[in-house]
């Protein structure tokens, strides 16, 4: 019996330093593992900081461009109704002045005949 409990104690002893040895050895793995991560992440870090930045200057100059925009949307807006509306009162005194030829009497008018060798064009009535 004593032989047993000093071969148990020695496997225990054993598996005592063969624990010790691992945790050492994950420790050192994990100590390079994190250098390694650092070295990479830190660049991935940098990059992405660049990035955040550049996103953020590029949202800070798209809204006064956004607002520009809404302004000439809006001025083409105001432009094409004026044009529209220039152009009904365009189509309204078109209109008018045939009403205002048609009621002119024949015997009233006066027709252009080409020109002569002067230069000037001649009126017939």
Known sequence: MAIST????????IAMIALWMTS???????????????????????????????VGDLKSEMIPLHKSSQTTDQRFSDHTKAIDHVNAQLARLIADIDTLDRSIPKRYRTTVTKQHDNGQESVSQ
């Open 24 to 54: 050492d050895v994950i420790k050192r793995v994990e100590s390079q593992n994190e250098k390694f991560l650092h070295a990479h992440l830190k660049g991935l870090r940098t990059d992405m900081k660049k990035i955040t930045m550049s």
């Open 6 to 13: 000093i071969v148990a104690s020695l496997a225990f002893f």
